[in-house]
């Protein structure tokens, strides 16, 4: 076996991947393509109209401008992206660093409502790794952030990111779940990338007043009657709820600028708590550094990777 040092170069997508599909929130049809990027471009959109580039934002948590149901990331000049969090899921969880997202509208398309059809689209292509050597973001004490009965933190950890999510609904439906991984390409493509959103039926017309949910349908959202699961086909697994807040984690905690190398634990979370506690952490510059892995020779092809779990939840 060969002791080369796994995920020491930056990577891209091997060639362009176009989608198109729905935004959740404004209902409005939307095109997106994935563009390779060169080593140190990170993640970034490109906002265009009628074929004209609008704003560049960079995928980063300074960018955030909204919370409310999803991620919205934005420029100084009022530009915004919103429900951002699948699709940096999708990049993030493959292990992806440097692409270049041009999209012509203000709202990621929900597609399924989870990031599988990302992941599909890039696996397709697949994964070229590129000569420069990874940099990570090594968390080396813990923050915490508290919101009443809520809370999130990061930690040190040994190597790669390690997520542990639990959520408590007071709904019979959903209830209390917690799930923990070694997050890796084959633990997210398996184990997280699969879980759609969710939704409660009795919040949906509040909802629709507020501007919200235009384009959410039982296609692209798992939605919660008083006793029941309203989708025909039900959940895709019995832990989706969790599964979900996982991918949501994975996207939130991908504003970073590079791959964390620590330790995630949050308890009743969601967008605004995942984005709260990355914010603490980067404000305290003796909790974190960026740190290099080692060169190595030669780029390759990635091969898909099997998931390993480290550890399940109840």
Sequence with gaps: MSNRFIGARQTTIARDIEVHGTGVHSGAPVSVILHPAAADTGLRFIVTKRGRITAEIPAKVCNVKNLTLCTVIGNDEGVTVSTVEHLLAALRGLHIDNCVIEIDSKEVPIMDGSSKPFV???????V?????????LKVLKTVRVEEGDCWGELGPH??????????DFPSPIIGRQRMAFEMSPGVFRNEVAHARTFGFMSDVERL??????????LTNTVAIGDDRIMNREGLRDPQEFVRHKMLDAVGDLGLAGHPIIGA???LR?????????????????TAWAIVQAPRVREPRT????PAVVAAAGE
């Design 120 to 126: 599909d689209a890039i696996d397709e292509v697949g």
């Design 269 to 285: 979370g969601g967008h605004r708590l995942n984005s709260l506690v990355l914010q603490k952490l980067l404000e305290d510059t």
């Design 264 to 266: 995630y634990r949050s």
């Design 128 to 136: 070229r790794e590129l000569a420069a050597p990874r940099r990570f």
């Design 208 to 217: 629709w007043k507020a501007g919200l949910a235009l384009g959410a349908n």
């Design 158 to 167: 040994s190597s790669g990111l390690h997520l542990d999510v639990e959520i």
């Design 302 to 305: 990635l091969p898909f990777e």
